[in-house]
């Protein structure tokens, strides 16, 4: 375990070696792994705390502590890349449970206070009408993405005006009606840029 922990320490980018390393220690089911992940969690490494985000993950589906830990404490986390996995770890919930079954997290997420937990949903289920569920209720993607097309968080704003740019590829008069609607504030502007770029 030592050894695989110090392996993924030296790998700076990308999620491949994280997935891995996970996948193993999932398979040995002589640990516990939710304890695991919890220490996890409280490694100085990013690399580490990744790990544990993608182990708290994998066990969300059958483990509610599991998903709370992500729900209250992954999304305190500063590192960028800890949030891209909490987004991949969002996204595996959801499509294990079912998209539609999962409606009521995905709205419970996408009104939190930390803004880190939205963007994890808008940016988790890229590209949303891809998704089950979402492909054939586009309006219903565009709908929860755009609410928080206004938030404080430039972070989360450019999440939701990459998400709507996706499904505008495909469903251009959709998002078209939906943008005509939202006014004109500031980072509302802001967020239709990204849109129709």
């Avoid at 999304?75 to 991949?88: C, H, I, S, T, Y």
Wanted: aromatic share 8%; hydrophobic share 35%.
């Amino acid at each position: 375990m030592q050894e695989l922990v110090q392996r993924i320490k030296k790998i700076e980018h990308g999620f491949k070696h994280i997935i891995e390393a996970g996948s193993l220690i999932l398979k040995d089911k002589t640990q516990n792994h939710f304890d695991l992940a919890n220490s996890f969690l409280t490694d100085e490494t990013y690399q580490v705390r990744m790990l544990a985000v993608y182990l708290l993950g994998q066990l969300s589906t059958e483990n509610t502590d599991a998903l709370h830990i992500l729900e209250t404490e992954v999304g305190k986390d500063e590192n960028w890349r800890v949030q891209e996995m909490l987004a991949k770890a969002f996204d595996h919930y959801c499509k294990t449970l079912g998209y539609e079954n999962s409606l009521p997290k995905i709205k419970k997420w996408l009104s939190d206070k930390n803004p880190n937990i939205k963007r994890a949903v808008t940016e988790g289920l890229r590209i949303w009408t891809s998704r089950p569920y979402f492909k054939e209720n586009p309006q219903i993607a565009i709908t929860l993405i755009s609410a928080n097309r206004d938030d404080e968080s430039e972070y989360l704003r450019r999440s939701v005006g990459n998400s709507l740019r996706d499904i505008r590829k495909k469903h251009k008069e959709l998002v078209d009606k939906e943008i005509s609607n939202w006014g004109n504030s500031k980072r509302v502007e802001f967020v239709k840029k990204i849109v129709t770029k």
